[in-house]
T-cell receptor, first 114, second 109 residues
Framework: IAGITQAPTSQILAAGRRMTLRCTQD?????MYWYRQDLGLGLRLIHY???????GKGEVPDGYSVSRANTDDFPLTLASAVPSQTSVYFC?????????????FGPGTRLTVL | GQNIDQPTEMTATEGAIVQINCTYQ??????LFWYQQHAGEAPTFLSY??LDGLEEKGRFSSFLSRSKGYSYLLLKELQMKDSASYLC??????????WGAGTKLIIKP
């Protein structure tokens, strides 16, 4: 089934631990994005990648890192998790980076940092 | 700064019409998106406007006025399954989406 998958679905993590959220798309989209969604706030962009091999910082990049080794995968790593990183994380992709293509979202990862 | 404003919550009756407004301020403008998000699920694309005017797509329509920095989403013949949050997002000059906090729409029978 074409689309975006994310793993894990949910996770409870102790503060200070390292965590990688996985995102894979099979639509051969060039651009991929990581957002966090918090109650009462709009989606906020963490990092993005317009094409394999390139990444960029979004609105709230601190404490997060990404890599884009190939077209399909775009993992998000929290090097040392803090409670303020408790959120729902969505991965998205679009055909073109730097264009007006529609973004399509994965099902999300609910992360709790204690 | 960049900002998107939309009402926090709206209530409407099944079978009726509802209009969800959105105002935006962005550095440059490359279009306005509307997404639907059911509780606990991912946002799904509804519409995209870049030119002034109304775009109709079945029961849903979206309107844009670039000069006023204003858009609305019109939902007709409301169904219970339309109970969801509706997210407005404007694309800035860097082709990044700036998102509103969403409008939670409650449909009553």
């Amino acid at each position: 089934i074409a689309g975006i998958t994310q793993a894990p679905t949910s996770q409870i993590l102790a503060a200070g631990r390292r965590m990688t959220l996985r995102c894979t798309q099979d639509m051969r989209h060039n651009a991929m994005y990581w957002y966090r969604q918090d109650l009462g706030l709009g989606l906020r962009l963490i990092h993005y990648s317009n094409t394999a091999g390139t990444t960029g910082k979004g609105e709230v990049p601190d404490g997060y890192s990404v890599s884009r080794a190939n077209t399909d995968d775009f993992p998000l790593t929290l090097a040392s998790a803090v409670p303020s990183q408790t959120s729902v994380y969505f991965c998205a992709s679009s055909g073109l980076g730097g264009g007006t293509d529609t973004q399509y979202f994965g099902p999300g990862t609910r992360l709790t940092v204690l | 700064g960049q900002n998107i404003d939309q009402p926090t919550e709206m209530t409407a009756t099944e079978g009726a019409i509802v209009q969800i407004n959105c105002t935006y301020q962005t550095s440059g403008f490359n279009g306005l998106f509307w997404y639907q998000q059911h509780a606990g699920e991912a946002p799904t694309f509804l519409s995209y406007n870049v030119l002034d005017g109304l775009e109709e797509k079945g029961r849903f329509s979206s309107f844009l006025s670039r000069s006023k920095g204003y858009s609305y989403l019109l939902l007709k013949e409301l169904q219970m399954k339309d109970s969801a949050s509706y997210l407005c997002a404007a694309m800035d000059s860097n082709y990044q989406l700036i998102w509103g906090a969403g409008t939670k729409l409650i449909i009553k029978p």
